[in-house]
């Protein structure tokens, strides 16, 4: 093996201990709940023979709740100044870390999304799989972009949690006629062109929220 191979195989396990840890010390909680969420959710809702519409209501109005849970865990670790500092002080930069945190976060995410789909289809509810799970992952990113990037800002997660619960509850009522292409409920009314703008606001959010965190806002304190 190579020098650069041996590097690269030295960074790749290096990785995958940092992704245990992060699942062990910083997932687990936050997956818990979502899975009790989960678990429970039959005894709030239908989940049978469920048509198309009303799994949307489902997935739009409950599920994509776990993106705000899973995705505020990105920077949740760095609220203790001791353990930013330590972290801060690796080798590998704070980017690396919180892109793998986002990454580990999104994996479980789509594994719930999996799940929950595949329990429903087994309750013979009738939908599209591939577009209800991309429903689901534009709205459940969203809202956790919405939560990761005032968290990011302002280094509390309460306010993180706060702005994205606000905007799910905006958008019951007329939201549908003021929010536009960010509409979170539109599956319900049979329209699917606003989760392609859901999932790449949730995205460019995420992004700039490690961006103004590890760059920007590194320089400016």
Avoid at 28 to 55: H, K
Avoid at 156 to 171: D, E, H, K, R, T
Avoid at 195 to 210: E, R, S
Wanted: net charge positive; hydrophobic share 55%.
């Amino acid at each position: 093996m190579t020098l650069r191979g041996k590097e690269f195989y030295r960074k790749m396990e290096k990785y995958q201990k940092f992704i245990c840890v992060n699942l062990k010390h910083n997932l687990l909680l936050p997956v818990l709940l979502v899975v009790a969420l989960c678990l429970f959710s039959p005894l709030a809702m239908g989940l049978e023979n469920l048509d198309s519409l009303q799994t949307a209501k489902v997935v739009e109005v409950f599920l994509s709740l776990t993106g705000l849970i899973l995705l505020m865990t990105v920077f949740s670790p760095d609220i203790d100044r001791d353990i930013r500092d330590m972290i801060a002080s690796k080798k590998e930069p704070m980017t690396v870390i919180h892109t793998l945190r986002i990454l580990c976060a999104a994996f479980v995410l789509a594994a719930v999304g999996i799940l929950f789909l595949s329990w429903m289809k087994i309750g013979a509810c009738q939908f599209s799989f591939f577009k209800m799970f991309f429903c689901f992952l534009a709205n459940s990113i969203f809202l956790g972009g919405i939560g990761a990037f005032v968290f990011s800002l302002s280094n509390q997660p309460v306010l993180g949690y706060m702005a994205s619960i606000l905007y799910f509850l905006l958008n019951f009522g007329s939201g549908k006629k003021y929010m536009g292409n960010f509409f979170l409920f539109s599956m319900q009314y049979g329209s699917f062109t606003e989760k392609y703008y859901l999932l790449t606001g949730g995205l460019m959010l995420l992004l700039l929220a490690v961006v103004w965190r590890d760059l920007i806002r590194k320089r400016l304190i």
